[in-house]
């Protein structure tokens, strides 16, 4: 069984699974909505995350009348959303094992700099 971000299903396989024209799928990779990997030969080739992308993609645009632009936007909110839920799990980690009396982590310190700078002209 492949992975399931394994790039292993062919640009016909995908479009007869999914019900829609290879172009479709052409279309959506020059919108920058997913990005297939490539062959020596420069063949396109899916994984199962890609798949999954496309019906969403799919279901956004057939069922709820959004346009690719859209779509684009939701893909990005719905990509940081989920790198948010990561973080936020690693710090609840984090915590718990401060908050463990049996851990030897006591404290929980965390520094980070900014630095800004600020042009004035004349």
Do not use: W
Request: with cysteine; hydrophobic share 35%; net charge neutral.
């Amino acid at each position: 069984m492949h992975g399931y971000e394994e790039p292993v299903y062919l640009i016909s396989v995908v479009a007869k699974v999914l019900n829609i024209h290879p172009q479709t799928l052409r279309q959506y990779e020059r919108e920058g909505l997913v990005h297939p990997s490539r062959t020596d030969g420069k063949m396109r080739l899916y994984s199962q995350k890609d798949i999954d992308r496309i019906t969403m993609i799919l279901r956004l645009t057939r069922d709820l009348g959004v346009n690719l632009a859209g779509v684009d936007i939701i893909l990005q909110f719905k990509e940081k959303v989920e790198e948010l839920e990561s973080k936020v799990g690693y710090l609840e980690d984090e915590l718990d094992k401060v908050k463990n009396p049996n851990s030897n982590c006591r404290s929980l310190v965390k520094t980070k700099s900014v630095y800004e700078i600020i042009l004035f002209g004349e």
